[in-house]
């Protein structure tokens, strides 16, 4: 089956650095993808993988292994306003359909 | 980015009403549109797979007789809820890629309750 797993919540101080993980069990794989979400709000598009190794753009980080079914997302320099849900989600090959994850929650206290 | 716009950005309707929600690519053509459902603190559901000038495609468990797409052209997807109940409230969000390859880019989302 399709499973798609990230922990559900973390918590990180302000100016740290925090990982979130996701591992993946999907059919087919054509691209992993992360999104911010503010409550209340619509995803944001964060970054994308498809290719093997680590994907940087400014403060955020994406990196992927596919042969482990794995990727993470690194945040730096950590700000009150990335306080919100981090999701990952897989394409699956030959569509263009989204397989998501349930979204990990991230907290950053003063 | 490409953009994508949903209208309304939330509504209130009462019990037994139906309710119509327009999703639209606003500079870029989506022959594949994605209707989504969000109840609080869960993550993303996909209702169905809107495709231009054919049928919607539902996930299992959707009524399609309840919810509503239609796909008239290539920049307009839009849902209805029909007969609508307070158990139907929630977020409904759309999304469409410009090309098979490329990030999904969201709509705005609507908040719908039903009283």
């Known amino acids: 089956g399709q499973n798609i797993d990230q922990p559900t919540e973390m918590t990180a101080t302000e100016g740290a650095i925090v990982q979130i993980n996701c591992t993946y069990q999907?059919?087919?794989?054509?691209?992993l993808f992360w999104y911010q979400q503010h409550a209340g709000e619509a995803p944001t598009f964060l970054s994308y993988?498809?290719l093997d190794g680590l994907e940087e753009k400014g403060r955020f980080s994406s990196f992927l292994s596919r042969s482990k079914g794995y990727s993470y997302l690194l945040l730096k320099e950590l700000q009150m306003k990335d306080s919100a849900s981090y999701l990952c989600?897989?394409?699956?090959?030959?569509?263009?359909?989204?397989?998501w994850g349930a979204g990990t929650k991230l907290i950053i206290k003063p | 980015g490409a953009v994508v716009s949903q209208h309304p950005s939330w509504v209130i309707c009462k019990s037994g009403t139906s309710v119509k929600i327009e999703c639209r690519s606003l500079?870029?053509?989506?022959?594949?549109m994605f209707w989504y459902r969000q109840f609080p603190k869960q993550s993303l559901m996909l209702m169905a797979t809107s495709n231009e000038g054919s049928k919607a495609t539902y996930e299992q468990g959707v009524e399609k007789d309840k919810f509503l797409i239609n796909h008239a052209s290539l920049t307009l997807s839009t849902l209805t809820v029909t007969s609508a109940h307070p158990e139907d409230s929630s977020f409904y969000i759309c999304?469409?890629?410009?090309?098979?390859?490329?990030?999904?880019?969201f709509g705005q989302g609507t908040r719908l309750t039903v009283v």
């Open positions: 993988n498809v």
């Open positions: 989600a897989v394409r699956d090959r030959g569509n263009y359909q989204l397989i």
């Open positions: 500079d870029f053509q989506a022959t594949t």
């Open positions: 999907t059919s087919g794989f054509n691209g």
């Open positions: 999304s469409a890629s410009v090309t098979q390859n490329t990030e999904a880019f």
